[in-house]
């Protein structure tokens, strides 16, 4: 079946520092999406990729889908405490949305 | 307005029974899901369905049952609780694009 893993699975920076997760699909993906969990809470929509080579930015967020559509990145410029969480990429395989399979995550943890 | 709502939130109950977990949404979506996240974070895909009908089962034991008895409810029951059944369990859905999740319910068998 389908597996999507995601490097690093732990990550501990400075504020202020950069911080980048990658995600790999064993499949190629339909569109790739991305969640953010904080500690205690549920999985939050972050944005959805769905072209090959496509780059899209929320802020200090930066994503990427790879041009083959089985890997994808997260790039947080300049961490702040409030982004400490844990990072999924999910990937669509059928394109129905119907079977989103989540990666195994990265957790962010920011210090002042 | 709770898009997703879970109950309970919290459950903690003795090996072997049996117990019941309940969602709604009120997003008007197809598809709702049953997630499974353990203590290393994974997210796992339990089943989901879209319009009532099962559509997928990731090989889950079958003392793990979903029904859904309209398209705004997805109900989890399981039968004879096991230790390594101690999870948060999140419901979810969503209308061909991102899923909804609600807050979660953390079961724990002991």
């Known amino acids: 079946g389908q597996q999507v893993m995601q490097i690093p699975q732990y990550q501990h920076v400075q504020e202020g520092e950069d911080f980048t997760t990658y995600c790999n699909s064993s499949?190629?993906?339909?569109?790739i999406q991305w969640y953010k969990q904080r500690p205690g809470g549920h999985p939050v929509f972050l944005i959805q990729?769905?072209?090959?080579?496509e780059v899209k930015k929320q802020k200090r967020l930066t994503f990427q889908f790879g041009e083959a559509k089985k890997n994808s990145s997260l790039h947080i410029t300049a961490t702040q405490t409030t982004d400490v969480g844990t990072y999924f990429c999910?990937?669509?395989?059928?394109?129905?949305?119907?079977?989103?399979?989540f990666g195994t995550g990265t957790r962010l943890q920011v210090t002042l | 307005d709770t898009a997703v709502s879970q109950t309970p939130k919290y459950l903690v109950t003795q090996m072997g029974n049996d117990k019941s977990i309940k969602c709604e949404q009120n997003l008007g979506h197809d598809t709702m899901y049953w997630y499974k996240q353990d203590s290393k974070k994974f997210l796992k895909i339990m089943f989901s369905?879209?319009?009532?009908?099962?559509?997928i089962n990731e090989t889950v034991p079958n003392r793990f049952s979903p029904k859904s008895p309209d398209k705004a409810h997805l109900n989890l029951h399981i039968n004879s609780l096991e230790l390594g059944d101690s999870a948060v369990y999140f419901c979810a859905s969503s209308q061909q694009r991102e899923a909804f999740f609600g807050q979660g319910t953390r079961l724990t068998v002991v």
């Open positions: 990729l769905v072209k090959s080579g």
């Open positions: 999910a990937g669509d395989g059928t394109g129905t949305a119907s079977k989103l399979t």
């Open positions: 499949t190629t993906l339909s569109n």
């Open positions: 369905y879209n319009n009532k009908e099962l559509i």
